[in-house]
């Protein structure tokens, strides 16, 4: 876990960059695009998501996650409609930020 310094206390969080692989036809990925992203957008809010957005080429996408755990993650990630659907696969890559924009800065260790 990594510590995170807030004026008062520390908060230990678990920064994860997360890349999908589409497994069906972009098509077919097309057709779950809005609901993916309403997932997206109630991560966003809740301050779990920093960054995301597709693969160039368009083979997938990524996503940035700021969560507690590994097992706080996979939660969330079921709750997607492209892990529910089966339309990509996910390779979860966690790592210790050492060094970030000025407004980034509060996420290094």
Not at 7 to 25: E, G, N, Q, W
Not at 39 to 61: D, E, H, M, Q, W
């Amino acid at each position: 876990m990594l510590p995170i310094r807030h004026p008062s206390f520390l908060i230990y969080i678990a920064m994860f960059v997360v890349l999908l692989t589409y497994k069906v036809p972009n098509e077919v990925v097309d057709s779950f695009i809005a609901p993916h992203v309403e997932f997206l957008t109630r991560y966003y809010a809740n301050g779990k998501f920093i960054l995301s957005g597709r693969k160039v080429p368009r083979s997938g996408g990524v996503i940035v996650a700021n969560v507690a755990s590994r097992d706080e993650l996979l939660a969330i990630l079921n709750e997607d409609p492209f892990m529910q659907n089966d339309i990509a696969s996910y390779e979860l890559v966690e790592f210790s930020p050492s060094m970030a924009c000025r407004e980034l800065e509060h996420l290094k260790a």
